[in-house]
């Protein structure tokens, strides 16, 4: 007569296997929290209200842009971006502003000003890629040009 020895259930496979599945789920759904929480989205806006009547202000801004002629071209450099500002009575100085698509992290916003050739330069040490919103408007925000673009990209028309 022969007897069986019983392993204990710690030295067997099965228990093990059954124990894995689940902690294997517990430490996904952590990780995914993790994730989650340290990466949250940037284009959800609180006072939509606000956000709503901004919008009606931006329109007026690009009404006032098209009747006082205004228009731009921007091109692509290795360095930047070259801006060729057509309409503009003076070579005054404005805002630029690059909005990321989806990380607000890249923003980029400068004060330009005009050089002899009454051309504005943007010089970023990063290459620009990607989609962006492209911003033009003078210090006291009475006109406003803008488009959204797709980096590299030759010549923009605003």
């Known amino acids: 007569m022969q007897t069986e020895v019983k392993k204990s259930w710690f030295k067997q496979f099965w228990p093990w296997f059954l124990i894995i599945l689940p902690m294997a789920a517990v430490v996904a759904g952590i990780s995914t929290f993790i994730i989650a929480s340290d990466n949250k989205p940037d284009m959800v806006v ?5 956000t709503g009547k901004a919008i009606n202000a931006d329109l ?13 071209e921007v091109v692509q450099q290795a360095d930047g971006l070259l801006i060729k500002m057509e309409g503009l009575e003076t070579n005054t100085s404005i805002s630029f502003s690059l909005f990321h698509s989806t990380q607000s992290k890249r923003d ?5 000003t005009a050089d002899a050739e009454g051309n504005y330069h943007f010089e970023t040490d990063q290459p620009l890629v990607g989609k962006w919103s492209l911003r033009l408007e003078p210090f006291d925000k009475k006109w406003r040009l803008e488009k959204k673009v797709v980096f590299p990209s030759e010549k923009i028309a605003l």
């Not at 609180?46 to 606000?50: A, L």
């Not at 980029?108 to 330009?112: E, I, N, T, V």
């Open 46 to 50: 609180d006072d939509y209200y606000k």
């Open 60 to 72: 007026s801004l690009l009404t006032n842009a098209k009747k006082l002629g205004l228009s731009a």
């Open 108 to 112: 980029k916003l400068a004060m330009l």
